[in-house]
């Protein structure tokens, strides 16, 4: 995706709020307007107490309709007038800016929300193989911290908005005051915001290595989380440990040095300004100090202008800081580069001939080697067909697509007579359901995880398919029982009782096509007894695909596909494959005989 201005970006991400832009410039002008007029009464308030009678017709305009407000009022009476005034202004000023801070804040927090959502739903709706593409740490970064950092953007976004409605009405007042010191201050200004765009001109480099070392630092949580049997088993502990204080030193360095540049814009912008403003009064007063009221009110105008041109520069560089971190986010969130599985139109209710691979292609990467070549199979309607091949074959590659997590690089997969890909997405996927080996567990209860295999499953159906996959036993031994929350990803169950939940999510879901992909081969022979029993009750009358290793397992198929190397080598019953004397008698062969060791 060709990389866009920061402030493009940001009006990317506006799109449906453009209406609060206006609102909030609105707000902010109105804030700074009743600032200024607070200010300039201060001329009034002055000059009452130097005479009884304000003078009208001066040649200063701003002046002039100031003293022609209070000319009518008696002497006696004007101080306090114009002092309520002023508090008035002061008072107005903080309700629009409190007003302003109120809208942001819900304005904010929606797009934030927003954010969040749409990368969510985006790495839903995304194509897996894109999933599989990139680091996790780094998509789980952008999710949480990104969103967040793109967050202070729209922030930083807003605040150049407001000072500069503010920076507008405060020349304009300082143009009526006088033009020509007006101009001079403009030029001097501009000096001091070139020198502060000099000395932070490193700040959108550092902004990018920010976004880069914080998705490593996500990298490296997410694997020593994921992988700590792993590397207490190894015992890998300080390995891991230099590994990820390597990595949160980078981080540290890094935003230590944003924080510097970033930071030494209000020093030197207070310091700089601090000596404009003392030239000016004292150069002023030695030429003219009749007018001092003007010059007071000028200065004073002056030195409420300063921090909102400090917060401008802060602002800006701030938002270039945070460019990298937007530019991440719109690059998850645009579709135009990204593969998606996407839904057909055709209704589909149930399978009545079988599933058809016709001359089927299929690479994860346009410069890998093809995972399925050319592959022309039928998985029949009703019947148990098998899998099989060594490692690396391709198996779990058909299931990927049996199930649509990837589209096909050439080649048809028909359903009965209609293209997979035509059918409706959530009808099709909803009539499957998948046992694996890697059983994931969300970290919720049981009866959470065995509802999610169909959500309006009442709790007696919940409890009958925890029975008919031997689970119900362990399950009610549990401390609260199905209420027993099973931890990250299950860590609290064993291997065989985190599959015979999972079995019981696919026996309540009651699908029509049931897929166990390698199910019981990490289980030791209690459990896979129990899950084969349970198996074998819940293929009656369905379409069963097995993958397999234990070929003893799938002694009882329909129908075997033995797959090599991406392509089919043999197809048939165990009686005819055996009598091949190929690949599946040599694997059956060579298992039976370590079998009889």
Known sequence: MKKKHVYSNILFILKGYYWAIPVIVLLGTLSSFFEGIGISLFIPLLQSLEQADLQTGNSNFLVDWLNRLFVDITPNNRLIVIAVCILGSIFLK????????????????????????????????????????????????TLAAETWRTGQALSA??????????IFVFIILLLLLSWQLTILVAILMALISVIIQLVTRQVKNLGQQAVETNSGLANRMWEGLAGMKVIRAFGREDYEQER??????????IFFQLDTLTGIVNPISEVLSAILLVCILVITLLQDQTSLPRLLTFIFILYRLQPQVKQLDGARVNLIALSSAVEDVIYLLNSDDKPYIRSGKINFNSLKQGIYFESVN??????????????????????TTAIVGPSGAGKSTLIGLICRFYNLESGQIYVDDYPLRELNLTDWRNQIAIVSQDVHMFSTTVLENIAYGRLDATENEIIEAAKLANAHKFISELPQGYDTK???????????????IALARAIVRNPEILILDEATNALDSISEHLIQEALNTLSENRTVIVIAHRLATIEQADKIIVLNEGKVVEQGNI????????????????QHRNANI
């Open 244 to 253: 990820f204080d390597r990595v949160s030193r980078k981080v540290r360095n």
């Open 362 to 383: 299929f690479a994860y990467n346009v410069a890998e080697k093809p995972a399925l070549q050319d592959i022309s199979i039928f998985i029949p309607q009703g019947k």
């Open 486 to 500: 099973v931890g990250d990803r299950g860590v609290r169950l064993s291997g065989g009782q985190r599959q015979r």
């Open 575 to 590: 009686q005819d494959l055996l009598q091949l004397q190929g690949l599946f008698a040599q694997l059956y062969n060579l």
């Open 157 to 166: 976004f807003v605040s150049i908005i407001i000072n500069c409605c503010t």
């Open 94 to 141: 903080n309700l629009l800016i409190y007003s302003n801070s109120v809208l942001f804040a819900w304005f904010n927090s929606r797009i934030s929300h927003d954010l969040r959502s749409k990368i969510f739903r985006q790495l839903l709706s995304i194509s897996y193989s894109f999933l599989e593409g990139n680091e996790s740490g780094k998509l789980m970064n």
